[in-house]
């Protein structure tokens, strides 16, 4: 069978730069010097038929992984779903070698920030239109970034002239009090020298060895926080849905405009927080904050 047919052109070509270094760290009695890098992925617009797409917003994402593991790339396949809606996607490596102590992480995660919002004319990316979007650990990250940002206190490095402040924080089942996610386990082995050990065994979490260093989110969260989307189900076992309760009330306490989804029979990581429906509200919710720059 031969047939001619029209197939409108209903969504972009992605272009994905797997390896944009964007800054490094130092190690190994200053002899090492370990390379940051981040993906950025977008609609294409370098042949001459594809829509000249410019400013595009921006979705910082940022993996979990106990903060101990992380592969920036591991999510690609679901965030392809919000560069086909225009946006562009940034996944950022952020340190979790044996060497790394906080806060080593927020400052790798706001350096990449700012990295991007300096070569915003060079990748198409309005700086204005930043969001911190992460998962489990990286929630916390994403949660972190947002609560601060009224503050330099970890911006530390390169490009300083440039804010690292996002207009809107999407965390998916965050950690975001230390103190509070102890209370919630037994406390028979939770001694500090052995926090590592317990906590492995008691929720099959591994965390670093200063976890009790990690501030808690809320004590940084104004009436200027940037507005916040909270997703975490009921059923997670690993970082209890009360993490999430807390960073709400605590938003909710400062004004901060926050909306705060529990997904009913959901674990952590659970297939509800990449459905199609999902992505559809967290894609309202930066409509409705990025409306206006």
């Not at 009695?29 to 992925?41: D, G, K, T």
């Not at 950690?175 to 065994?201: D, T």
């Amino acid at each position: 069978m031969q047939k001619k047919i029209t197939i409108e052109r209903k969504k972009p070509v992605l272009n994905l730069i797997p390896e944009i270094v964007y800054g490094h760290r130092v190690e190994g009695s200053n002899a090492v010097y370990r390379p940051l890098s981040l993906s950025l992925m977008r609609p294409r617009t370098s042949f001459p038929y594809d829509e000249k797409y410019t400013d595009f917003p921006v979705i910082i994402w940022l993996c979990g992984g106990s903060f101990s593991a992380m592969d920036r790339n591991v999510w690609t396949p679901e965030l392809a779903w919000f560069a086909k809606k225009g946006f562009a996607v940034a996944s950022i490596d952020y340190s979790v070698t044996a060497q790394t102590k906080f806060p080593n992480q927020i400052e790798d995660v706001k350096l990449a920030i700012r990295y991007l919002k300096a070569h915003s004319e060079e990748f198409g990316l309005d700086p204005q239109r930043f969001v911190v979007m992460g998962e489990s650990a990286g929630g916390y990250l994403a949660a972190l970034v947002g609560a601060t940002a009224n503050t330099r206190e970890y911006d530390k490095g390169d490009y300083l002239k440039y804010s690292s402040r996002v207009k809107a924080v999407v965390p998916w089942y965050p950690l975001v009090s230390v103190p509070a996610f102890l209370a919630e386990v037994p406390r028979f082995s939770l001694r500090k020298f052995r926090l590592r050990e317990a906590i492995h065994e008691l929720t099959q979490v591994n965390v670093p060895l200063d976890a009790l260093n990690y501030p808690d989110v809320t004590k940084f969260i104004t009436g200027q926080t940037p507005p916040f989307l909270i997703l975490h189900g009921d059923a997670d076992t690993i970082v209890p849905v009360s993490q999430s309760q807390l960073l709400y009330d605590a938003l909710q306490a400062a004004g901060v405009h926050s909306e705060f989804y529990i997904f009913e029979g959901a674990e952590h990581a659970d297939a509800p927080f990449t459905q199609d429906e999902t992505k559809e509200l967290i894609l309202a919710f930066l409509h409705q904050v990025l409306a206006t720059k």
